[in-house]
C-alpha cells in the first residue's frame, strides 16, 4: 500500500512539473515574459565587432574584384560574338574597372591598386586580342592599341588620384604605388604588343 501510494505521489509530481513547464513555454511563446538577455563580456564584444568590420571589409572587396572581372570577361565575350562593339567599348570597359577598384575597395594598400588595376587591363587587351572577332592584322591592331591608350589616360588619372588621396602610406610608397602602373603596361606592350596577329573568327 505505502509503495503503491509513493509511486502515485510521484506519478502526480512529474505531471505537474510537465504542465509548468509547457505553462512557462506558452508564456515565453507569446511574448509576456522577455527572455534574458545574453550578457558578452566587453573584450569578447568588442573582438566580435572588429571580427564583423574585418569580414565585412574582405567580402566587400571580394565583391567588387569579382565584379570588376566579371565586366571585362563580358566585353571579351561580346567583341567576340558582336565585334567590333567590345572594342569600340574598351575605353568605357577600362574606366569602370580602375573607378571600381580605386574606389569601392577599402583597406587595400595603394601598390596593390595599382597592381590590381593592370592586371584587370591587361586581361582585357589579351582577351581582345586573342578572342576578339574578325580578321586580326596590322590595321586591327593598330585600332586596338589607340583604344586602349585613350582608355589608360583617364584609367591612370583616377588611379592617381585615388593613391594621392590616401594618407597612410609614406611618401616614397605613395610614388612606388604611382609609378608602377605605367611601367606595367610599358612592359606589357614591350613584350605582348603583336599578341593575336593571323587569327580571325568569322
Known amino acids: 500500500m505505502g509503495n503503491w501510494l509513493n509511486g502515485k505521489w510521484f506519478c502526480i509530481w512529474e505531471d505537474l512539473l510537465r504542465l509548468f513547464a509547457l505553462l512557462g513555454w506558452q508564456i515565453r511563446k507569446q511574448g509576456l515574459i522577455a527572455p534574458k538577455p545574453a550578457v558578452v563580456p566587453r573584450g569578447y564584444a568588442s573582438c566580435w565587432t572588429n571580427y564583423n568590420k574585418e569580414m565585412k571589409i574582405e567580402m566587400t572587396n571580394g565583391n567588387t574584384l569579382l565584379i570588376a572581372f566579371g565586366i571585362v570577361i563580358l566585353n571579351i565575350i561580346i567583341d567576340h560574338l558582336f565585334a567590333p562593339i567590345g572594342l569600340i567599348l574598351t575605353p568605357v570597359i577600362l574606366i569602370i574597372v580602375s573607378f571600381l577598384i580605386a574606389f569601392q575597395t577599402y583597406k587595400i594598400k595603394p601598390i596593390w591598386k595599382s597592381i590590381l588595376t593592370f592586371g584587370l587591363v591587361a586581361l582585357h587587351d589579351i582577351g581582345i586580342k586573342l578572342y576578339g ?5 596590322i590595321e586591327g591592331q593598330l585600332w586596338v592599341h589607340m583604344l586602349l591608350f585613350i582608355g589608360l589616360f583617364p584609367t591612370f588619372g583616377i588611379l ?34 603583336e599578341l593575336g596577329i ?5
Open 198 to 202: 593571323g587569327r580571325h573568327y568569322w
Open 160 to 193: 592617381l588620384t585615388s593613391i594621392l588621396r590616401d594618407g597612410n602610406e609614406s611618401v616614397l610608397n605613395l610614388v612606388i604605388s604611382a609609378v608602377i602602373f605605367p611601367i606595367l603596361i610599358f612592359t606589357y606592350l614591350h613584350f605582348f604588343s
Open 133 to 137: 572577332g574578325g580578321s586580326h592584322d
